[in-house]
């Protein structure tokens, strides 16, 4: 007999306090349940079901089997919703939370592409560096950037944060052209608050610097950052996301381009039990596509998280 059938209608039977009682809800003679339950046991080689000609009542290994049915049966109906979700376009609101800097200047500008593929979406973006919940404050979904914690979130990877480090072109006609990144210690840098005090590693070949410049200006916002590198305030070490368009564009200029910088691994979360709909679905293949996640089958479980990490360079 059909294991998952026979599992259906031991449930039944269970709950209906009866053979002949379940027989009615499942649609199946008493004798037909009687021959399902009988199935079971066999199989497993233990009673599940202590009968009487009054009354039945559950092994003790019946108690704990019936718990394992009842939970395979709700995630087989759990798939079954979410296959005829499936069927149905992307609508409803979408609660997304992403870093400051990278929501405002990166995610932001793109959310166009995304309102053309699922119009009916409404999203709601909160961008913050401090520490999210996403299951206590009600998040569908959040960017990372920075090592993940050993929790119970999924993690889809996204392309590595890459740092670039960028001067405007009055800054380095008034101070001059940097030849090695040893020499950033005689120039004027601008820094990112929380990272203010972080050393600059750069490595070409087997030449390995770390240098350590004098930060002339502090701001506790990346976007300020970068509006004071194309003002000429000094050098800025930034995410190249965010200073290439201005490089293409005249604004920065690119020092040590043949120099390796840190990279940051840079991840789409969200929480292993959220039912997968398709808003949540058509985002994360969007992310896929506008931040160039990895292939599907090296999303990875990582533990429940307190949220997104607070020392990044944005």
């Known amino acids: 007999m059909d294991l998952f059938r026979s599992m259906q209608v031991f ?13 009615a809800q499942v649609g199946l003679s008493p004798a037909m ?16 079901l202590n009968r009487t000609t009054r009354r039945q009542s559950l092994t003790d290994f019946g108690a704990s089997y019936i718990e394992q049915c009842r939970d395979i049966l709700d995630r087989v109906a759990i798939a079954d ?15 997304v939370t992403a870093p400051t800097t990278f929501g405002a200047e990166v995610l932001v500008p793109a959310l166009r592409r995304y309102r053309e593929l699922a119009p009916e979406v409404t999203l709601d973006i909160t961008l913050t560096d401090r520490n999210v919940d996403l299951v206590e404050e009600g998040f569908d979904i959040a960017f990372r950037i920075g090592t993940l914690p050993d929790n119970h979130l999924i993690a889809r990877s996204l392309a590595p944060y890459r740092m670039m480090i960028c001067a405007a072109p009055d800054y380095l006609v008034r101070k001059g052209m940097p030849e090695h990144p040893s020499e950033l210690s005689s120039h004027e840098v601008v820094g990112f608050t929380p990272a203010a005090r972080s ?15 004098a930060r ?29 368009p201005d490089v293409q564009a005249g604004q920065l200029v690119q020092l040590f381009p043949d120099w390796h910088l840190r990279e940051r691994p840079m991840s789409l979360l969200y929480h292993r039990d959220r039912r997968m709909t398709p808003r949540l ?5 969007f992310a896929a596509a506008e931040f160039g996640v990895v292939a599907e089958d090296q999303a990875s479980e990582v533990g429940e998280t307190s949220g997104l990490v607070r020392d990044f360079d944005v």
């Open 281 to 285: 679905r058509s985002f994360i293949s």
């Open 11 to 23: 449930v039944a039977t269970v709950q209906a306090g009866s053979m002949s009682s379940a027989a």
């Open 33 to 48: 349940v009687g021959q399902h339950v009988a199935a079971l046991e066999e199989r497993l080689g233990t009673r599940l």
């Open 81 to 95: 919703r979410e296959a005829e979700a499936l069927q149905t376009g992307a609508r409803g609101q979408l609660r």
């Open 216 to 244: 002339t200006v502090t701001v506790n916002s990346g976007q300020a950052v970068r509006t004071a590198a194309r003002a000429g305030l000094g050098v800025v070490m930034q995410p190249a996301i965010l200073l290439s």
């Open 199 to 213: 050393p600059w590693r750069m490595s070409k070949g087997g030449d390995v610097v770390e240098v350590e410049p």
